[in-house]
Structure formats: structure tokens, C-alpha cells
């Protein structure tokens, strides 16, 4: 290992993927940065993961680490547990990167040394790899505690992050059953500055399967997540910017459950957010959105 090339420690953790786990690999070994090693993590797969992942164990870059089903953060954690690299990367068994993704980030950790985390857009794509939208939320660089009280703007599979954040901060807690990522970089964010590069370095499988995609759990493990986060980090933020933060948190969910028809959990969350912020002009948008719903238009 180079000071130049720094070893990259790739986390990914898996369970039932033998359709995608072969390409993940594949869009890691296409990398045209050479200095990384792979900590695959099987959560208890029961299907032909293992079986599909054989040819690839030869490689001494590639580690493969069974465990009884757990949870991805229990598998993600222990993948950090093996990894050695000084720069920590995520790619989940169902997505891709593009060749370019660890040069480009080594390079401008190297040129950024008082960056802590890097993330970027990501191209979503269907069952069967098609392109489906190239389309982003907003992302913020910086010290981003305060938008990310509102939303998780990070997307772990264009994350890179330097391992000193983990080791300070800790890992996954595992505590919320869904949206752990963004439980880990709420808590970064508190103390780490992280660095948004407006281009694409990474491809989202859009699954049937997947956790993320049960709107109604996401939007309760996040509730839970800003609550543990403001109590125990509230202090590094202003009071403003929680109330702020939390106003938005609010309209987002009243705006998504008005346009599915849950109009009392919608005026639930708007009634919160004129609470916190009565004066905020975004607010009353949001309570003209209750009113007026965009019916099954995604509101997020």
C-alpha cells in the first residue's frame, strides 16, 4: 500500500440475492482503482448465494463471512470488523457502481483532507438493470446536521467515508429495524463534514422486495431515529434548526400520506409542523398539499 493508494475496505452484506450478488462483484472488480478488498457479509442466504459467489473466492481481495440471519447491520458491523482499509465504502448485493467510483473518491479525499464523507447521485434501475430515472433528491455538503433532520439525503451506496468516523462513532446500531444508514450518517453528521459531488456514481436496484420500499415503517423508524438523535446531539445543533428540521421532517410525511389517502395521519403530522415553525411559508404549502392532495404522486 501507497500513500497515494490507500486501501479501500468495501462492505457488502446479503441475504437471498443470487440473481444481482454476481453483478455487485463484477461492478467492483471493473473498479479502475485497484488498491480494495470486498468483505462480503451473508446474512443467512438460503438460496445459491454462497454457490454463486465460489468463483470469486479465489480472488485474496474478496472475503466471504457467513452468519445466522441477523440483519444488515449486524452483517454490515461485522464486516467492519474484518476490514483494514482506511477509507470504508458500501455497495449492497442488488446495485452497482460505475468503474470510475473509487478513483474519483480517493482522488478527492486526497484533495480534500478535512472531508469526512463523500456521497453523490445514483442512477436507479429496475429488476432487470434498465435504467429507470436519473433523478435525485437533494443533496447538501458541509456540516448537514440540519437537512438531515428533514430527510436522509445520503445514499450509502456512493458513500466513501474515512475509517476514523467508525472508530469514533461507532457502527450500525441495529436498533430501528429499517433505515440504519441513515440513522449512522444523522450521527456523523453531527460531528464529521461531509462532501455531496454532483455526479453519478452508483446504480439503485428498485426491488419489490426491499425494506425501504414499506413507506409507513420508514417514516416511524425515522421519527425514532431524529428523536435518539436530537437527545443525545441535540446540543451541537441551534434550537431553530431543530424546529426547522423536525417543521419539514413533518410536511414531508403529511404531504406522502395525504396523497395515499390517509388524510388523518396527514393532519396529524401537518398540525406538528405548524407547531414547530407557524410563520414557515413551506409549512402552509404543506397544509395547502393536505387539503388539495396529489393523489398517488410520491411525495418524497
Known sequence: MT???????????????????????????????????????????????????????????????????????IARNLALHYARGELVCFLDSDDLWVPEKLERQVALMEAHPDVDVLHSDEIMIDEQGRELSRKNMRRYSGRIARQMLVDNSVSINTVMARRKCFDAMGGFSGRYGVA?????????????????????????????DQISSDKKRRFAANEAIIRDFIEEYGSTLEPGDIRWGLARFCCRKA??????????????AITQALRYAPLDSVVWRAVYRVILPRRGVNQN
Open 3 to 73: 500513500a497515494s493508494e490507500p486501501l479501500v475496505s468495501i462492505i457488502t452484506p446479503t441475504f437471498n440475492r443470487e440473481r444481482t450478488i454476481t453483478q455487485a462483484v463484477e461492478s467492483v472488480l471493473a473498479q479502475s482503482y485497484p488498491n480494495w478488498e470486498l468483505i462480503i457479509v451473508d446474512d443467512g442466504s438460503q438460496d445459491g448465494t454462497h454457490e454463486k459467489l465460489a468463483g470469486y473466492l479465489d480472488d485474496p481481495r474478496i472475503q466471504y463471512h457467513f452468519q445466522e440471519n441477523q440483519g444488515q447491520s
Open 180 to 208: 440504519d444508514d441513515y440513522d449512522i450518517w444523522l450521527r456523523f453528521s453531527a460531528r464529521f463534514r461531509f462532501l455531496y459531488v454532483s455526479e453519478y456514481w452508483g446504480y439503485y436496484r428498485m426491488m419489490a
Open 255 to 268: 404531504r406522502h400520506f395525504a396523497s395515499v389517502g390517509d388524510s388523518a395521519t396527514a393532519w396529524s
